[in-house]
């Protein structure tokens, strides 16, 4: 089992700072007042995690993407991906962000809920594009467009690779959801 050891005893000045920030920046959203493990473990690297932790709270707390659109980019990587950690820890912020039980349950069994509006339902198109590692066609991307603009399409590819780093962490270093967290049914 590959684990990484936690270097939290040992962060001081810029890096103790940077830990403390980003914990503070996704208490509201995650409901818990410390960081999640898997930035826990990336503080073995604190440059590496400074820089992704800047770029996470970037797309979820200053984007152009409303908060349901990017939660349930989120959840449609996760569930695409069977990152179960993320997954886990994205059912507050999705709830939080008005997506209702049945959408979450459609969209982990692997569904594209017509219930959601024509921009949410192309989110999710995209990401399977992403997924699927093929271009985004030009009809689909003029949907989500029109709604969010080129910025918003960027932020739906970049949260895609930014999840991909967050499942790989997870997976590479067998990083458990944290008690209290729902468990994935994946």
Same mark, same amino acid.
């Given at each position: +089992? ?18 403390? #920030? +980003?914990?503070? &920046?996704? @208490?509201? !959203?995650?409901?818990?007042? #410390?960081?999640?493990?898997? %930035? ?8 590496? !995690?400074?820089?992704?932790? &800047? ?6 707390? #200053?984007?152009?993407?409303?908060? &349901? ?13 069977? *990152?179960? %950690?993320?997954?886990?820890? #994205?059912?507050?912020? @999705? ?16 569904? $594209? ?13 995209? $990401?399977?594009?992403? $997924? ?14 029109? &709604? ?7 932020? $739906? ?5 930014? %999840?991909?780093? +967050?499942? %790989? +962490? ?13 468990? !994935?049914? *994946?």
């Amino acid at each position: +089992m590959a684990s990484l050891p936690d270097p939290t005893d040992s962060l001081t000045g810029a890096d103790l700072e940077t830990f403390n #920030h +980003m914990a503070s &920046a996704r @208490a509201h !959203a995650e409901g818990r007042a #410390h960081l999640g493990d898997v %930035y826990v473990n990336m503080f073995n690297n604190p440059g590496v !995690a400074a820089k992704v932790g &800047a770029l996470g709270e970037h797309l979820r707390f #200053h984007g152009v993407l409303p908060d &349901a659109v990017r939660e349930l980019v989120i959840l449609r990587f996760a569930i695409r991906q069977g *990152f179960a %950690y993320e997954w886990s820890h #994205h059912q507050r912020p @999705a709830r939080l962000a008005g997506i209702g039980d049945a959408v979450i349950a459609g969209l982990t069994a692997g569904e $594209v809920p017509n219930s959601l509006p024509d921009a949410s339902q192309a989110a999710l198109e995209i $990401v399977d594009c992403v $997924v699927a590692k093929q271009s985004i066609p030009a009809d689909l991307q003029a949907r989500f467009v029109g &709604a969010y603009g080129a910025a918003g399409i960027i932020e $739906v590819v970049v949260l895609c690779g930014l %999840y991909a780093t +967050m499942g %790989y +962490m997870t997976t590479a270093f067998d990083i458990a959801v944290e008690d209290g967290l729902p468990v !994935a049914p *994946f």
